[in-house]
């Protein structure tokens, strides 16, 4: 049922309203002059009383007039009286037959009749109720009954009467309406187009599609207007129609928008708008369709972009195109076909003209122009494609054409010819089997063994180069597979590499090979697929080359760099059990030279109590020069254990847990980074330098800073101070080991040494930049991603 007609229905439907309820309102009238007869006229009462006994009504006359089906009944459902309507309407006659009403109530109503009766006698009135019904034609109706109670002088309900509406086209018409507004809403919630419903603007409704494309949710949409989340391609153009659509000149229209998603990002659109009017034909709402076209604009603009790039190449194509229509009327034509013929028309002139008229004019450039017309004429009839034909020309030039006939659904559209002038091509194949002999002789006596093999790995060519490096003569290699010759050590490996030079990779690789002596050598093999002229693999080509003197040279080098990797293990542990074995004596001479102090010291005159002092100090000099070995000797050998290392927490620690005295100050004006390193490896290293630079200040006030930048792949820091500097010769030397500036009994010369090794484990620099007695600056940098 299309749209028409639902409207002509509902149409219907509404007439018929306000005839029932004309229809009803006389009912009322009616009702209420009854009523008001019962009571004030008993007169009136009395004669309905034996209307009633006696089965005949005068209410007929009264309701003679009413279109609906009027019925009076006992107070169990038995017909007392009822009009022509009903009687034609239910299929029975009153008069005839005894009929109770219960008997065509539906079996799914039986329910809730009783109880409607039961309100009925409790209320007196009954309004508005409806069931399902079947008559006597077995006809299912629906039908919507008012209806009220009769009473006696003594007022006791005696009867009822009311008016019974066939509301079954109406009930029909509504369930259609129901259907189709349920088939409706899946229609739009499941339509891949977004469909929003708005006023004048503002967003009404919308469908999941439509929020889903902008990304808000339908309460969110209906907070704003379409034009705040959307804007025309051609903002002039749909003003014009949206005056027009105003003005009731057009019904519908489309546009093009750009949308903005509530992500920010936008999408573009194709805006399709309608009106939904009132029975007056004014205007309520207006409906857009949102299809998203971002991917076909895109498409087209990729599509123009190769169309005009395949306009460019075939205008700029060395070879000479020429297309016709299935008549034979040039449809495309570039430049080199013109240049090839000697045509002075322009390209773009020859569109539409006739094969045949341009043909005549290019004969005389034709060797042999009659057999060119045979051929042309043989390769039209034949519609077969046709391959690298040759057309010579009186110049001596020579073309190669080609002729491809177009078929669309199977029907002939035209052909494309294309020629090639293969000139030199033809003299270079003239001149190629000269250079092959020459570069035969090269290639047999070259340093690098050739050897080609077809698909089952049989030798077809080798060179001497190649027999020198496996022992055989060419004749005993010739025919024979190249796998039972060359006995590799891993043959897995080489069928593997074979397969894959059968898919046509090319690969570099090196394997073990017996020579035929049975000495094992060492070759570095360079193989690439051999293709015909049709780009199929028909064998494979390898390069040889005996690297076995540069592998033995090698297996020497990983020799000694497990020796090396053992020696610098062995040198570790010794330094371990060394600075123990030194530590050990070291204390004991230290708790000697308590116990004098203590035990002597009011024997020991003022100069014995210096030089036990004095003992003690070389004691703890020499401990840290021991701890400052160790330290350097595993600075780049310990693993990393690289995890977010906070560096504010490394300079609080270090604040914390080394001696500066009172009148410096260590500062950190921002916040430094968290970076990915050895947390203990970072302790070492800002340590050694922050402690390097608080015991060289000699200033009333000393401040040391600790500063970074971020430089791409690096953390740069920067440690300040204003100390006594470092003289310029000494910038280099001091990250040496047991090099040290000045008479610093604590300086053990190892520091920045350490400091510079674990700068070079995260691939960084360490620098300074210092002035004498203006303070010094240490720079270093720490790579971000170290690979470990």
Request: glycine share 4%; charged share 30%.
């Amino acid at each position: 049922m299309d749209n028409k007609e639902v409207a002509l229905l509902k149409k219907a439907l509404e007439r018929q309203k306000k005839a029932r309820k004309q229809a009803e309102k006389i009912l009322e009238e009616k009702s209420k002059e009854l009523y008001d007869v019962m009571h004030h006229l008993k007169s009136a009462n009395n004669k309905l009383e034996g209307l009633l006994n006696e089965r005949t009504s005068e209410l007929d006359g009264e309701f003679i007039n009413i279109i609906d089906p009027y019925v009076v009944m006992d107070l169990k459902y038995n017909v007392i009286n009822m009009n022509l309507s009903a009687k034609e309407f239910l299929g029975f006659d009153h008069t005839k037959e005894l009929v109770n009403l219960s008997e065509f109530v539906h079996r799914d109503y039986l329910e809730y009749t009783t109880e409607s009766m039961r309100s009925l006698m409790e209320v007196g009135v009954l309004r508005n109720y409806r069931a399902k019904i079947i008559t006597r034609n077995n006809e299912e109706k629906w039908v919507q009954i008012n209806c009220c109670l009769i009473f006696n002088k003594e007022r006791k309900p005696i009867a009822a009467q009311g008016i019974l509406r066939d509301i079954s086209q109406e009930m029909e018409i509504k369930q259609m309406l129901s259907e189709q507004k349920k088939q409706l809403d899946v229609i739009v919630e499941n339509s891949p187009l977004g469909i929003v419903l708005s006023v004048d603007g503002r967003i009404v409704k919308t469908n999941s599609t439509f929020c889903e494309m902008v990304g808000y949710s339908e309460s969110e949409l209906k907070q704003v207007s379409i034009p705040e989340i959307s804007r025309p391609e051609d903002e002039q153009a749909t003003a014009i129609l949206w005056e027009r659509f105003y003005a009731g000149k057009l019904d519908k229209f489309a546009v093009t928008k750009e949308f903005f998603k509530k992500d920010k990002s936008t999408f573009l659109a194709k805006v399709q708008i309608g009106a939904v009017t009132d029975i007056h034909g004014n205007m309520e709402y207006q409906v857009a369709l949102i299809e998203d076209i971002s991917k076909e604009r895109e498409a087209e603009r990729q599509l123009k972009a190769s169309e005009n790039r395949l306009a460019t190449l075939i205008a700029n194509l060395h070879t000479g195109v020429l297309l016709e229509d299935e008549n034979r009327k040039i449809a495309l034509v570039n430049q080199m076909f013109c240049d090839l013929f000697h045509i002075s028309t322009p390209p773009e002139q020859m569109i539409g003209i006739e094969s045949n008229t341009s043909a005549k004019k290019t004969k005389i450039h034709l060797k042999h122009p009659e057999k060119f017309v045979e051929r042309v004429d043989e390769l039209l009839e034949n519609r077969e494609i046709a391959m690298a034909d040759e057309v010579e020309m009186s110049d001596g030039r020579i073309l190669e054409r080609d002729y491809i006939p177009i078929f669309t659904n199977g029907n002939y559209k035209g052909h494309l010819w294309t020629y090639e002038d293969v000139t030199i091509r033809k003299n270079y194949k003239k001149n190629l089997e000269a250079q092959r002999a020459k570069y035969s002789s090269i290639i047999a006596n070259m340093n690098l063994g050739l050897v080609e093999v077809d698909n089952h790995d049989v030798i077809l060519m080798v060179n001497q180069s190649y027999c020198d490096m496996i022992g055989f003569s060419k004749e005993e290699l010739l025919g024979k597979n190249v796998n039972e010759m060359a006995q590799f050590k891993d043959e897995q490996f080489i069928l593997k590499k074979n397969k894959e030079r059968l898919r046509g990779e090319t690969d570099s690789y090196e394997v073990s090979v017996r020579h035929k002596n049975g000495s094992l050598r060492h070759w570095l093999i360079s193989g690439a697929p051999r293709f015909d002229d049709s780009g199929i693999v028909v064998g494979s080509i390898g390069i040889h080359l005996d690297i076995t003197d540069q592998k033995l040279l090698e297996f020497q080098k990983e020799k000694l760099l497990r020796e090396l990797e053992s020696s610098n293990q062995n040198l570790q542990e010794y330094a371990h059990i060394v600075s123990h074995d030194l530590k050990s004596p070291l204390r004991s001479i230290s708790a000697l030279a308590t116990w004098l102090t203590e035990d002597y010291k009011d024997k020991l005159d003022e100069g014995g109590l210096q030089n036990l002092e004095l003992m003690q100090e070389k004691i703890a000099s020499m401990d840290r020069l021991i701890h400052g070995i160790l330290e350097y000797s595993t600075a780049n050998s310990s693993e990393l254990d690289n995890t977010d290392v906070d560096t504010n927490e490394v300079i609080a620690e270090i604040k914390d847990s080394i001696f500066i005295p009172e009148h410096v100050e260590l500062s950190v004006p921002e916040v430094l980074p968290t970076i990915k390193a050895d947390k203990t490896k970072m302790h070492q290293l800002f340590q050694n330098i922050i402690g390097n630079a608080v015991v060289h200040i000699e200033k009333e006030v000393g401040l040391v800073e600790v500063l970074y930048t971020d430089e791409n792949d690096f953390w740069k820091f920067t440690i300040k101070d204003n100390g006594v500097g470092i003289p310029e010769k000494y910038h280099k030397k001091i990250f040496d080991i047991f090099q040290s500036i000045g008479d610093n009994e604590r300086s053990t010369g190892i520091g920045l040494s350490i400091v510079k090794k674990i700068i070079d484990r995260y691939e960084g620099k360490v620098w300074v930049d210092s002035t004498l007695g203006k303070g010094t600056q240490f720079h270093f940098t720490i790579k971000k991603n170290l690979d470990t």
